[in-house]
Nanobody
Framework: QVQLVESGGGLVQAGGSLSLSCTPS????MGWFRQAPGKEREFVAA????????STADSVKGRFAISRDNAKNTVFLQMNSLESEDTALYYC????????????????WGQGTQVTVSS
């Protein structure tokens, strides 16, 4: 059973930055999704194993970046210029396919980490 351990969420002011990390218990293509209250879970970014390709949602392009450290088997989501609309529960997830832009492309999910942006 794949385990995904997330960390890095918190409270930040608008315009600030946060970095999320996720450590899977195997080598997979990885993605980040987010879900705000009353909204559907939406794709944020994804990266292949070992990291040659990435994909980023238009809503965060230029502000968020996904990367991975293969030596530590950890995936990161660097979030800059945060806006109140970025407030959500952020999930990392594992996939065996590419591209992996949809919820059903992923077979394992982390517990989620809360990101709250105050305006």
């Amino acid at each position: 059973q794949v385990q995904l351990v997330e960390s890095g969420g918190g409270l930040v002011q608008a315009g600030g930055s946060l970095s999320l990390s996720c450590t899977p218990s195997g080598r997979y293509n990885m993605g980040w999704f987010r879900q705000a209250p009353g909204k559907e879970r939406e794709f944020v970014a994804a990266i292949t194993w070992p990291g040659g390709r990435t994909s980023t949602a238009d809503s965060v392009k230029g502000r968020f970046a996904i990367s991975r450290d293969n030596a530590k088997n950890t995936v990161f989501l660097q979030m800059n210029s945060l806006e109140s609309e970025d407030t959500a529960l952020y999930y990392c997830a594992a996939s065996r396919t590419w591209p992996a832009l949809r919820v059903y492309d992923y077979f394992a999910w982390g517990q989620g980490t809360q990101v709250t942006v105050s305006s």
